[in-house]
């Protein structure tokens, strides 16, 4: 490692530390405070006196501690690269303040080696999310329990329509029976709806290997009976963890429609974008029809939907469209854009 290729701890940097707003430490080899300035004293409340020639693991929240000398390690061994860390510091009072920081590596007069940390309040960011997180897991529970006596109710009321309809000989009375089914059948699917709908965006985005979901997702088709080609080695996407029930949902949708003999699907890397191709040999999407299976309610089944499968994609600004030519197959483009897919 070359200390040419780091910034020096000079009178300069002492300087921008004395400067600095929010975070700004620089500590020696074993992690003792060499400087802190006066925006780091005022966010977490010691004075440098207090804080400097003190080992600054004590003032780490213990569950980021370890992941702290993780990052400084990183940072002495790739002097190049952004290492970056949600770090929780106990301030003077004795609460927790997380800042959003920067790890970095630079050099003394002498060429001993210090580490930086230069981080920015996001406590109030924190508490909101885990807030949010909070209320959509009491919402979450209220729904689950009101769908589930919903749906427990019109299994009984199914029950009683059927013994009606044996029961009845009257045949207007038969009609009002079967309309009867059928509006209770399009609310069971509603509520089937709101189960799909209610996790969309409950968990964080991640890098999903895309081989390993399709792989999966095809290996939920009740009895897969068309064969599956999918050239995408080594593709992560960063996406909503529902992105197998899209793939499920594409795949599902080829083996019911479609008439298919076999799905192939594809990854173009174009620079600015990323495309994944699914396409089949079935019987395609009649041209009018196009724009229509992205809407809430069309298509023949209650399970997620294409309209569910474009929200799940738009989280994280993935596009779907379908082009493919009637009568020669469906052809479903998922545009990726630039810093949210990776080839490894």
């Known amino acids: 490692m070359s200390t040419s290729d780091a910034p020096k701890i000079d009178d300069y940097a002492i300087q921008l530390c004395n400067r600095a707003a929010g975070l700004l430490v620089i500590l020696d080899r074993e992690r003792k405070v060499l400087v802190f ?34 990052k400084i390690h990183k940072a002495e061994s790739d002097l190049k690269s952004a290492h970056y860390m949600d770090l929780g510091i106990i301030i003077k009072d004795g609460q927790t303040k997380i800042f959003q920081t920067l790890v970095f590596t630079l050099f003394g007069p002498g ?9 920015q309040d996001i ?8 807030s949010v997180e909070l209320m959509n897991k009491k919402l979450s529970i209220l729904g689950t329990a009101t769908r589930h006596d919903v749906l ?10 059927e013994l009606a309809e044996c029961k009845s000989k009257e045949d207007q009375i038969k009609k009002y029976i079967q309309k009867a089914k059928i509006s209770a059948e399009t609310i069971k699917k509603q509520f ?13 985005p991640s890098w ?12 939920s088709i009740s009895e897969p009976r068309i064969k599956i080609d999918a050239d995408v080695s080594g593709l992560r996407v960063f996406a909503d963890p529902m992105i197998e029930k899209v793939f499920f949902n594409l795949i599902d949708n080829v083996h019911r429609h479609s008439g298919a003999n076999i799905i192939k699907v594809r990854f173009e890397d174009k620079g600015q974008e ?39 994609l738009d989280i994280t600004g993935i596009s779907i469209k379908e082009n493919g030519e009637p009568g020669k197959g469906a052809r479903f483009v998922i545009t990726v854009p630039k810093g ?5």
């Open 152 to 161: 427990n109710s019109l299994t009984g009321l199914f029950g009683y329509l």
């Open 340 to 344: 949210k897919y990776e080839v490894k």
């Open 37 to 70: 300035g006066p925006g780091t004293s005022a966010s977490l409340g010691y004075s440098a006196e207090e804080i400097e020639g003190e080992i600054f693991d004590r003032y780490v929240a213990s569950e980021n501690l370890e992941e702290l000398i993780e």
């Open 123 to 130: 406590t109030r960011y924190v508490d909101l999310h885990r």
């Open 192 to 204: 089937e709806f709101t189960r799909d709908y209610q996790e969309l965006g409950s968990k964080r």
């Open 208 to 219: 999903i290997d895309v081989g390993e979901s399709i792989r999966s997702a095809y290996a």
């Open 274 to 312: 990323g495309v994944l191709l699914f396409e089949d040999d079935g019987k395609g999407i009649p041209a009018e029809e196009k724009d229509l299976i992205f809407t809430r309610g069309y298509g023949r089944n209650s399970g997620l939907g294409l309209y569910l499968v474009r929200e799940v």
């Open 111 to 119: 060429g001993e080696v210090h580490f930086g940390l230069r981080g």
